[in-house]
């Protein structure tokens, strides 16, 4: 009795199983996008090799409905599934997007500059959304400049700017915009808080890093330095990092940008010439001035407090 009961369950099973199948079978069958496929395809198509390809069909009309919900279970977000012959069978492809692309490509430019500690508003900064004050044309058009000449010829030396002035003008969001116009342009650039990077320099001499992280940097394409002064240096910093920067990029002729709180005179008497320890340096202030004045051009910025508004 018991086999027997065994085996009725079985053959229900078996045949509940195939109702299922048909009904899925005439459910794909159903749908435009596959009657239209057999239509296209018919004369290669025989009747064995639809059965054959039941399961890439069944797979095709559940992922298409999941990509029409944009449904996260899909399998391949971003990519819409098609119909394609492979040989005898009918087989499915996932082909990116429109969106997928165009995100990728977001992505690629994204990636195009390096912002080390910078704040994530400057990390979205875009000259297309600017924008222009009084204060901040100058600087923009002095940008926009860098960013023709460079364009027409990224092998040639051009002087970078130093913006100058007060806080919360704009001088980093410029940078950030800039730095992402000439990702467009596929161009690469390094744009990193100064301040953060002189911390991270003293640490990295325990760890033994000091001289690959300083190449990375000095080697950038092109390189913006900001809030340069924010804090006082050791003579270390100032001589052996900024310095070393600094006359790498003049010898390799490579754009260099810079902004600050300081005007270049400030930054040289009353911030580059005294040492952390009180030392008055101005000898070793002025060289360092002097190539900081050689890569790039003084612009002013001062104007009024946009932050918090
Ligand atoms: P600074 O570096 O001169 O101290 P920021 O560049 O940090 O000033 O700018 C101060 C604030 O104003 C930031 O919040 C920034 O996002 C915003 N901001 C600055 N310039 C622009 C601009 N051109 N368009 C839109 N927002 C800006
Ligand atoms: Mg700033």
Same mark, same amino acid.
């Given at each position: 009795m018991e086999d027997v009961g065994?085996?009725?369950?079985?053959?229900?099973?078996?045949?509940?199983?195939?109702?299922r199948f048909d009904k899925l079978v005439q459910e794909v069958l159903k749908d435009p996008d596959v009657i239209k496929f057999i239509e296209e395809h018919q004369a290669e198509l025989t009747k064995e090799d639809i059965d054959k390809s039941y399961s890439k069909l069944y797979e095709f009309v559940q992922e298409k409905r999941k990509f029409k919900l944009n449904e996260p279970t899909m399998i391949a977000p971003g990519y819409e599934p098609k119909l394609f012959m492979? +040989?005898?069978?009918?087989?499915?492809? $996932?082909?990116?997007?429109?969106? /997928?692309?165009?995100?990728? %490509?977001?992505?690629?430019?994204?990636?195009?500059? %390096?912002a080390m500690d910078m704040p994530r508003d400057i990390r979205e900064a875009s000259m297309d959304y600017f924008e222009i004050t009084a204060e901040r044309k100058v600087a923009l058009q002095a940008a926009?400049?860098?960013?023709?000449?460079?364009?027409?010829?990224?092998?040639?030396?051009? @002087?970078?700017? $130093?913006?100058?002035?007060? +806080?919360?003008?704009? %001088? =980093?969001?410029?940078?950030?915009?800039?730095?992402?116009?000439?990702?467009?342009?596929? $161009?690469?650039? =390094?744009?990193?808080?100064?301040?953060? +990077?002189?911390?991270?320099? %003293?640490?990295?001499?325990?760890?033994?890093?000091?001289?690959?992280?300083?190449?990375?940097?000095?080697?950038a394409p092109i390189l913006m330095l900001d809030d340069i002064g924010a804090d006082s240096m050791s003579s270390?910093?100032?001589?052996?990092? /900024?310095?070393?920067?600094? @006359?790498?990029?003049?010898?390799?002729?490579?754009? =260099?940008?810079?902004?600050?709180?300081?005007?270049?005179?400030? /930054?040289?008497?009353?911030?580059?010439?005294?040492t952390q320890r009180g030392e008055d340096e101005p000898l070793k202030a002025k060289r360092i001035m002097e190539r900081i004045r050689y890569l790039a051009r003084e612009i002013n910025m001062i104007g009024e407090n946009r932050r918090h508004q």
């Amino acid at each position: 009795m018991e086999d027997v009961g065994k085996e009725m369950t079985k053959v229900i099973n078996q045949r509940d199983w195939s109702e299922r199948f048909d009904k899925l079978v005439q459910e794909v069958l159903k749908d435009p996008d596959v009657i239209k496929f057999i239509e296209e395809h018919q004369a290669e198509l025989t009747k064995e090799d639809i059965d054959k390809s039941y399961s890439k069909l069944y797979e095709f009309v559940q992922e298409k409905r999941k990509f029409k919900l944009n449904e996260p279970t899909m399998i391949a977000p971003g990519y819409e599934p098609k119909l394609f012959m492979n +040989f005898h069978y009918i087989d499915v492809t $996932y082909v990116p997007t429109e969106a /997928l692309l165009a995100r990728q %490509k977001e992505e690629e430019i994204r990636n195009r500059v %390096k912002a080390m500690d910078m704040p994530r508003d400057i990390r979205e900064a875009s000259m297309d959304y600017f924008e222009i004050t009084a204060e901040r044309k100058v600087a923009l058009q002095a940008a926009f400049d860098f960013v023709s000449k460079y364009k027409e010829n990224p092998k040639q030396f051009h @002087q970078g700017l $130093y913006l100058q002035g007060s +806080f919360g003008v704009g %001088k =980093t969001y410029l940078l950030g915009a800039l730095a992402q116009e000439l990702a467009e342009y596929g $161009y690469r650039t =390094t744009l990193m808080h100064f301040p953060t +990077f002189a911390v991270e320099m %003293k640490q990295s001499i325990a760890q033994n890093t000091t001289g690959d992280k300083l190449d990375a940097v000095k080697k950038a394409p092109i390189l913006m330095l900001d809030d340069i002064g924010a804090d006082s240096m050791s003579s270390w910093i100032r001589d052996d990092v /900024l310095g070393v920067i600094l @006359q790498y990029r003049m010898q390799e002729q490579l754009p =260099t940008f810079f902004s600050s709180n300081f005007s270049m005179k400030q /930054l040289e008497k009353e911030h580059l010439s005294v040492t952390q320890r009180g030392e008055d340096e101005p000898l070793k202030a002025k060289r360092i001035m002097e190539r900081i004045r050689y890569l790039a051009r003084e612009i002013n910025m001062i104007g009024e407090n946009r932050r918090h508004q």
